[in-house]
C-alpha cells in the first residue's frame, strides 16, 4: 500500500501495459511507506480487527439477561453460533475476492456489514432477529479478521512484517480478555444492547481511517468466480461446525443429527475438493498445499488454534467457579496472559525482522505452551493468586511466539498473487482449531464433572439442587448450600484439570510439526511491489 499512483499526464506516472489475455498491468512501482505512514493504517486495520475478535466473546457474560429479555433460552446457542458459522464459513471467500477486487473496497465493505449487523443487533426484539443479525455481524468479521492481515502483507515486506504484526496478536488477545470483561460491564451499568451499539463509533473510526489513509495499488486482471465451489465450501463448513458446537451440548455424539452432520461434512467437503482440482480460478486452490509451508504452517495453526480458544474460553471458568472472581475481576486477573502475548509478540517480531529467522518461535513458543498448559492442570482450588497469575503469564509468553509467527512463514512462502487466500487461510485453520478445541474441551469438562459430581455427592443431589443449575454457572454455583458447593468446587476443579491436561499433548504434536517447518528466506519488497511484478504463475517457494 502506497500513496495513490499518479493519474495520466501527472509527474511520475508511466502508463499501464496490457499483458497475455487482456490482463492489465500497472507499469508504475509502489513506493515503501515510512514507517508512521504505516502506524496510521495500522490504527485503523486494528479497530477492525479489534472489533471482530471482541465479538467472539463478549455476547458470553450478557447471555443471561438477553436470554431473560427476549425470552429464547432455547435458542440461546445460536446467538453464539451463528456468528461462528458466518464469520468462518466466510473468511475463505474474502481472501479470493480480495484477489480479484482489491484489498480496500473488500475491507470498507466488510466493516459496513458489521456495522449494519451491530446496529440490528442492538435493536433486535426477539431471539430470531437476534440471532440472524448475528450472523450478518459474523459475514462481516470474516473479512475483518483475515483482510488485515492481507493488507499488512501488501504494505510491508515479510522481512519487516514480524515488527508490526506482533501488534495484531497483542489485539486478538487483548480483545479475547476484554469481551467477558466488558460484556459484563454493558450488562450492568446500561443495556445488554450496548455490547453491539459500542462497535458502531468505533467502526465508523475505522472506516474513516482507512478510507482516508489506505491507498492501495491494485492491477485489474480478468477472473471468473468459482460460485459451486463456494456454495460447497459453506455448506461443507457449516456441517463441520454445527458438529463441533452441537455433539455433546444439544445432541449425543452418536445421535442421527450428529452422525448426519458428519456425514455432510465430509461428502460436501469432498466434492469442494474435486470442484477446486477442476476450476479455472478455484476460491482455495489445492496446489497451495504442495507448498510445505502452507501445510504445515495452517496445520500447526490448527493445533495451535484448538489449545489457545481452549485455554481463552475455560480459564474465566476456574477463576469464577473455582476461586469465586467475579466477571470483571477475572477479566482483571487474565491481563498477565496479555502481558505474556504483548512481550513475546513484539519481541519475536523484532528479532525477526533483524535476523530473517522465524522457524524457532513457533517451536520455542509451544513448547512453552505445553508447558503453561501442564501447570495450569495442577492448579487446585487453594492455590494462591500469585501462583495462578504466575501460570497464565507463562502460557501468554508461548502463545506470542506463535500467534502471528505462522502468518508470516505462511505468506512468504506463496505466490504474491494469492497472498489474499494463504493470508485468510491461516485464520481460516485457526479457527477451525478453535471451534474443534472448544468441543473436545466442552464434552471432556461436562463427562468429567458429572462423574465427579456423582461420586462426591452419592449419585444423587440434594432437595432443590437442579443438576441444569449447577452447570449454569458462576452465580449458580455461589447459590448452592455451603457443603453442597465446596463438593461442586471440587468436581470443578477435577474437570478442569483434565481440560487443560489434553492441551498438553496437542500442544507438543504442533510443536513436534512446527520442526519441519521450511525456514525461507523472508523477502524484502511488499506484497503489492510483488504483485506487479510477479507473472501470473504460482511458485512454490518452499519445495
Given at each position: 500500500?502506497?500513496?495513490?499512483?499518479?493519474?495520466?499526464?501527472?509527474p511520475?506516472?508511466?502508463?499501464?501495459?496490457?499483458?497475455?489475455?487482456?490482463?492489465?498491468?500497472?507499469?508504475?512501482?509502489?513506493?515503501?511507506?515510512?514507517?508512521?505512514?504505516?502506524?496510521?493504517?495500522?490504527?485503523?486495520?486494528?479497530?477492525?480487527?479489534?472489533?471482530?475478535?471482541?465479538?467472539?466473546?463478549?455476547?458470553?457474560?450478557?447471555?443471561?439477561?438477553?436470554?431473560?429479555?427476549?425470552?429464547?433460552?432455547?435458542?440461546?446457542?445460536?446467538?453464539?453460533?451463528?456468528?461462528?458459522?458466518?464469520?468462518?464459513?466466510?473468511?475463505?471467500?474474502?481472501?479470493?475476492?480480495?484477489d480479484?477486487?482489491?484489498r480496500?473496497?473488500?475491507?470498507?465493505?466488510?466493516?459496513?456489514?458489521?456495522?449494519?449487523?451491530?446496529?440490528?443487533?442492538?435493536?433486535?426484539?426477539?431471539?430470531?432477529?437476534?440471532?440472524?443479525?448475528?450472523a450478518?455481524?459474523?459475514?462481516?468479521?470474516?473479512?475483518?479478521?483475515?483482510?488485515?492481515?492481507a493488507?499488512?502483507g501488501?504494505?510491508?515486506?515479510?522481512r519487516?512484517?514480524?515488527?508490526?504484526?506482533?501488534?495484531?496478536?497483542?489485539?486478538?488477545?487483548?480483545?479475547?480478555?476484554?469481551?467477558?470483561?466488558?460484556g459484563?460491564?454493558?450488562?450492568?451499568t446500561?443495556?445488554?444492547?450496548?455490547?453491539?451499539?459500542?462497535n458502531?463509533?468505533?467502526?465508523?473510526?475505522?472506516?474513516?481511517?482507512?478510507?482516508?489513509?489506505?491507498h492501495?495499488?491494485?492491477?485489474?486482471?480478468?477472473?471468473?468466480?468459482?460460485?459451486?465451489?463456494?456454495?460447497?465450501?459453506?455448506?461443507?463448513?457449516?456441517?463441520?461446525?454445527?458438529?463441533?458446537?452441537?455433539?455433546?451440548?444439544?445432541?449425543?455424539?452418536?445421535?442421527?443429527?450428529?452422525i448426519?452432520?458428519?456425514?455432510?461434512?465430509?461428502?460436501?467437503?469432498?466434492?469442494?475438493?474435486?470442484?477446486?482440482?477442476?476450476?479455472?480460478?478455484?476460491i482455495?486452490?489445492?496446489r497451495?498445499?504442495?507448498n510445505?509451508?502452507?501445510?504445515?504452517?495452517?496445520?500447526?495453526?490448527?493445533?495451535?488454534?484448538?489449545?489457545?480458544?481452549?485455554?481463552i474460553?475455560?480459564?474465566?471458568?476456574?477463576?469464577?467457579?473455582?476461586?469465586?472472581?467475579?466477571?470483571?475481576?477475572?477479566?482483571?486477573?487474565?491481563?498477565?496472559?496479555?502481558?505474556?502475548?504483548?512481550?513475546?509478540?513484539?519481541?519475536?517480531?523484532?528479532?525477526?525482522?533483524?535476523?530473517?529467522?522465524?522457524?524457532?518461535?513457533?517451536?520455542?513458543?509451544?513448547?512453552?505452551?505445553?508447558?503453561?498448559?501442564?501447570?495450569?492442570?495442577?492448579?487446585?482450588?487453594?492455590?494462591?493468586?500469585?501462583?495462578?497469575?504466575?501460570?497464565?503469564?507463562?502460557?501468554?509468553?508461548?502463545?506470542?511466539?506463535v500467534?502471528?509467527?505462522?502468518?508470516?512463514?505462511?505468506?512468504?512462502?506463496?505466490?504474491?498473487?494469492?497472498?489474499?487466500?494463504?493470508?485468510?487461510?491461516?485464520?481460516?485453520?485457526?479457527?477451525?482449531?478453535?471451534?474443534?478445541?472448544?468441543?473436545?474441551?466442552?464434552?471432556?469438562?461436562g463427562?468429567?464433572?458429572?462423574?465427579?459430581?456423582?461420586?462426591?455427592?452419592?449419585?444423587s443431589?440434594p432437595?432443590?439442587?437442579?443438576?441444569?443449575?449447577?452447570?449454569?454457572?458462576?452465580?449458580?454455583?455461589?447459590?448452592?448450600?455451603?457443603?453442597v458447593?465446596?463438593?461442586?468446587?471440587?468436581?470443578?476443579?477435577?474437570?478442569?484439570?483434565?481440560?487443560?491436561?489434553?492441551?498438553?499433548?496437542v500442544?507438543?504434536?504442533?510443536?513436534?510439526?512446527?520442526?519441519?517447518?521450511?525456514?525461507?528466506?523472508?523477502?524484502?519488497?511488499?506484497?503489492?511491489?510483488?504483485?506487479?511484478?510477479?507473472?501470473?504463475?504460482?511458485?512454490?517457494?518452499?519445495?
Amino acid at each position: 500500500m502506497t500513496p495513490p499512483v499518479p493519474g495520466p499526464g501527472a509527474p511520475g506516472a508511466t502508463g499501464a501495459t496490457t499483458g497475455a489475455g487482456g490482463t492489465t498491468r500497472t507499469d508504475q512501482q509502489p513506493a515503501a511507506m515510512t514507517h508512521r505512514e504505516i502506524l496510521v493504517v495500522l490504527s485503523g486495520l486494528m479497530l477492525g480487527l479489534f472489533l471482530a475478535a471482541l465479538d467472539q466473546t463478549i455476547v458470553s457474560t450478557a447471555l443471561p439477561r438477553i436470554v431473560e429479555e427476549l425470552n429464547g433460552l432455547d435458542h440461546l446457542a445460536w446467538v453464539v453460533t451463528a456468528y461462528l458459522l458466518t464469520s468462518t464459513a466466510s473468511t475463505p471467500l474474502y481472501g479470493k475476492i480480495s484477489d480479484i477486487y482489491g484489498r480496500k473496497p473488500v475491507f470498507q465493505t466488510a466493516i459496513v456489514i458489521f456495522l449494519v449487523g451491530s446496529l440490528l443487533a442492538g435493536l433486535s426484539q426477539n431471539m430470531g432477529q437476534l440471532i440472524a443479525t448475528r450472523a450478518i455481524q459474523g459475514l462481516g468479521a470474516g473479512g475483518l479478521i483475515s483482510l488485515t492481515l492481507a493488507i499488512v502483507g501488501d504494505m510491508v515486506s515479510p522481512r519487516e512484517r514480524g515488527r508490526y504484526q506482533g501488534y495484531f496478536g497483542v489485539v486478538f488477545g487483548v480483545a479475547s480478555v476484554l469481551g467477558p470483561l466488558l460484556g459484563g460491564f454493558f450488562v450492568d451499568t446500561l443495556s445488554w444492547r450496548w455490547i453491539f451499539y459500542v462497535n458502531l463509533p468505533l467502526g465508523i473510526v475505522a472506516l474513516l481511517v482507512v478510507g482516508r489513509v489506505l491507498h492501495a495499488p491494485f492491477t485489474p486482471r480478468q477472473h471468473s468466480i468459482d460460485y459451486l465451489g463456494a456454495a460447497l465450501m459453506v455448506a461443507g463448513v457449516t456441517s463441520l461446525l454445527l458438529v463441533t458446537v452441537w455433539a455433546g451440548q444439544e445432541y449425543e455424539w452418536n445421535s442421527p443429527v450428529i452422525i448426519g452432520l458428519s456425514a455432510a461434512a465430509v461428502v460436501l467437503l469432498g466434492l469442494f475438493v474435486w470442484q477446486e482440482r477442476r476450476a479455472p480460478e478455484p476460491i482455495l486452490p489445492m496446489r497451495l498445499f504442495r507448498n510445505r509451508t502452507f501445510a504445515i504452517g495452517n496445520t500447526v495453526g490448527f493445533l495451535f488454534g484448538f489449545g489457545f480458544f481452549g485455554a481463552i474460553i475455560f480459564l474465566p471458568l476456574y477463576l469464577q467457579i473455582v476461586r469465586g472472581a467475579t466477571p470483571t475481576e477475572s477479566g482483571l486477573q487474565l491481563l498477565p496472559l496479555v502481558l505474556g502475548i504483548f512481550t513475546t509478540a513484539n519481541l519475536s517480531g523484532q528479532l525477526i525482522t533483524r535476523t530473517g529467522r522465524y522457524k524457532a518461535w513457533p517451536i520455542a513458543g509451544l513448547g512453552i505452551v505445553a508447558v503453561a498448559m501442564f501447570l495450569l492442570a495442577q492448579l487446585d482450588a487453594d492455590e494462591p493468586l500469585w501462583s495462578v497469575l504466575l501460570r497464565v503469564f507463562v502460557l501468554g509468553i508461548g502463545l506470542g511466539c506463535v500467534i502471528q509467527t505462522l502468518v508470516v512463514a505462511v505468506q512468504n512462502a506463496v505466490d504474491p498473487r494469492e497472498l489474499g487466500v494463504a493470508t485468510s487461510s491461516t485464520t481460516f485453520f485457526r479457527t477451525m482449531g478453535g471451534a474443534f478445541g472448544t468441543s473436545v474441551f466442552g464434552a471432556v469438562l461436562g463427562s468429567v464433572l458429572a462423574r465427579e459430581l456423582a461420586d462426591r455427592l452419592g449419585g444423587s443431589l440434594p432437595p432443590g439442587v437442579d443438576p441444569d443449575t449447577i452447570a449454569a454457572g458462576p452465580e449458580a454455583v455461589r447459590a448452592l448450600p455451603p457443603e453442597v458447593q465446596a463438593q461442586v468446587v471440587d468436581a470443578f476443579v477435577v474437570a478442569l484439570d483434565h481440560v487443560f491436561l489434553i492441551g498438553v499433548p496437542v500442544a507438543l504434536a504442533a510443536m513436534v510439526l512446527a520442526l519441519f517447518l521450511p525456514e525461507l528466506e523472508l523477502r524484502r519488497t511488499t506484497g503489492a511491489v510483488e504483485q506487479a511484478d510477479t507473472p501470473a504463475e504460482t511458485t512454490d517457494r518452499s519445495a
